[in-house]
């Protein structure tokens, strides 16, 4: 026996080996609903602590090599004596980078506001708490698109963040650990980013392919996708805020295992292989600086002013309506005495001083409809006798009374049954006296 | 440090390295390959764990240590991945086994022969880790030959110029 483990000494410590690995294997992958595989987006403590080991080994030199790096090239920039240039540089490349942060998001809501939105979205702006960190390291393998950046759980970074450029996205926070933390980037084929084509609004999720370029897939054919187009961060996705960008549409290639469905190659409009400094946004509140506050107040200030000077203007507005609707010569009789008689006065003991009643004492005028040129038995306002209505005037040919009995011709009276004027109507329409 | 007598290893060909060299030249490969890429654009065409665990596995004529250097390696790698750990390390462990088991049968001096050990093991890597994911673990990967065919070939060439390099490390008896 003995002769056996020592023969078989290094194939059996293969075995043992190997056996371990593909028992800690089958311990991260778990069997989903769908029966398919796939690896558990949280990491169980052990597997978290293996990682957090090779964290803790690999990053100080990695920062050592990132800070000698920088101090190297730091000294050959300040060394040829270009250190204030080289500064002011630096500060107008933050604000080019901010101003196109801040472009960007202004152009998403501008044509938002062309499809009717932008009133009601007009707070949510891109402008977000970020926190600044510099790319370190890479996973070091291809099938693995994530890098580390040297700002963790100390700088109250958190998982699923979203890391970007002012280029554009560049991935999310998948693991925080004390001091670094890692990224994954969007060109991972298990990333996945809610995506919007600007023009065409299609949306779709942006995940990497095999060589690690992204993709935008699940995307039903369409002609109207062309290179070129630009393409968004759609905001579903509860990681990355609406209208940052993406990239560009390469080309559109036909999924190979769907017919019906199309692959858009995406040109990342951030450099994912050349980051250096990215941004972490650490709260999506909207943050304003001081002058933006002050201009919001004072848009408001004016917003109010200008809601109060509508309503006023909406006021003088309804007077005029009202006038205009007394003026109608439909509505009202414009030969009719300027004033009602007061209540109690009959209309021939009116004398023409008593018209100068003030209007706010008279009651509201009633209106008076005119007689109709051919009137018939349909003729509103025609009755019988017994119904309260008058006859006809004399001199007007009398028609004969249908079954109804109402008799044409006769006097309009207005809704309450009273006599809105006791004189004849002519066939001018115009009363007289 | 020297684990075997003189005159074994000197009859076997077995190499042994100072204690530093032992301990750096894993973690410097480690660190490099994490941090190279950024140098790059990106691209990693490249693996110098594999290359290292490679190197040790041939000159130290030992199958376990390269199994314990490849799993080693491969476990490190894979923590720095955000896939699951034991991939690569079940894909360096076998190659440090064939590379040590191999490293008994030839002549491990030989600059071409230990170059071309290098990039057969290293597509042999590739296919091991492909297989682990897409078989054993039944996820879904979409794969790139021609990019793993490219790392075989650049790290045959890192291989020719660093075991030479690290050839000058060993303890001379």
């Known amino acids: 026996m003995e002769s056996f483990f020592v023969r078989y000494r290094n194939l059996l410590v293969l075995l043992a080996i190997l056996l371990a690995q593909i028992i800690g294997l089958a311990m991260q992958v778990r069997r989903t609903d769908s029966g398919r595989n796939s690896l558990d987006p949280q990491d169980a403590p052990g597997v978290r602590l293996l990682r957090l080991w090779a964290d803790t080994v690999v990053m100080p030199p990695e920062k050592a090599f990132h800070a000698t790096r920088l101090g190297a090239v730091s000294l050959w920039q300040n060394y040829i004596d270009l250190r204030h240039i080289h500064e002011q540089n630096q500060d107008l490349q933050k604000t080019i980078d901010r101003l196109r942060l801040e472009q960007a998001s202004l152009l998403e809501d501008a044509k938002q506001g062309e499809r009717l939105q932008a009133l009601m979205d007009f707070q949510q702006k891109y402008i977000y708490k970020t926190q600044a960190a510099q790319a370190i390291g890479t996973s070091g393998s291809d099938s693995s698109r994530v890098f580390y950046i040297d700002k963790g759980a100390d700088y109250k970074l958190e998982r699923d963040m979203a890391v970007i450029t002012p280029d554009g996205i560049v991935g999310k926070v998948r693991d925080v650990f004390p001091h670094s933390a890692q990224v994954l980037a969007i060109n991972d084929q298990t990333s996945g980013a809610g995506v919007i084509l600007e023009t065409t609004r299609i949306r779709g999720i942006l995940r990497g392919n095999a060589v690690g370029r992204p993709q935008i897939v699940g995307i039903l054919k369409d002609d109207r996708i062309q290179p070129g187009e630009k393409v968004l961060t759609a905001g579903g996705d509860l990681i990355f805020p609406r209208g940052l960008p993406v990239g560009m549409v390469e080309k559109v290639v036909p999924d190979p295992d769907r017919d019906s469905f199309v692959d858009v190659i995406v040109t990342p409009a951030a450099h994912l292989n050349r980051l250096d400094e990215v941004l972490v946004i650490t709260s999506t509140e909207p943050r304003f600086p001081a002058e933006q506050q002050q201009d919001m107040a004072t848009s408001e200030m004016l917003k109010g002013a200008q809601a109060a000077a509508i309503a006023e203007a909406s006021r003088e507005q309804k007077k005029a309506s009202e006038v205009m609707a007394e003026r109608l010569p439909g509505l009202t009789d414009p030969n009719a005495p300027a004033q009602t008689p007061a209540v109690g006065t009959a209309p021939g003991n009116a004398q023409p001083g008593q018209s100068a009643t003030p209007a706010a004492a008279a009651p509201p005028p009633v209106p008076k409809l005119l007689h109709p040129q ?46 809105a004027n006791p004189q004849p109507a002519h066939a001018g329409g115009n009363t007289q006296p | 440090m020297s684990l075997l007598g003189a005159d074994y290893r000197r009859d076997m060909g077995v190499h042994s390295y100072p204690v530093l060299v032992y301990a750096l030249t894993p ?63 079940i894909a360096k462990t076998v190659a440090g086994f064939l590379a040590g088991s191999v490293g008994v049968r030839i002549d491990v001096e030989n600059h071409t022969i230990r170059t071309m050990v290098t990039f057969l093991l290293s597509l042999l890597s590739s296919v091991i880790y492909f297989s682990i994911y897409r078989v054993l673990l039944g996820l879904n990967l979409e794969w790139s030959w021609l990019a793993e065919l490219m790392k075989a070939v650049v790290n045959a060439l890192i291989a020719m110029v660093l075991f030479p390099l690290l050839d000058r490390t060993r303890v001379r008896d």
């Open chain 2, 27 to 89: 973690l410097a490969a480690l660190v490099l390959q994490a941090w190279l890429p950024r140098l790059v654009l990106g691209y990693t065409w490249f693996d110098l764990p594999l290359v290292v665990t490679v190197y040790f596995a041939l000159a130290r004529r030992n199958p376990i240590q390269g199994t314990l250097m490849g799993a080693g390696m491969g476990l490190f790698e894979d923590a720095l991945t955000h896939h699951a750990i034991g991939v690569n390390g």
């Open chain 1, 374 to 419: 051919h009137p018939d038995r349909f003729t509103v306002g025609t009755g019988s006798p017994q119904s309260g209505q008058t006859s006809a005037p004399a001199g007007q040919e009398k028609k004969p009374t249908p079954k109804t009995g109402l008799k044409p011709e006769s006097k309009p009276e207005s809704k309450s049954g009273q006599k």
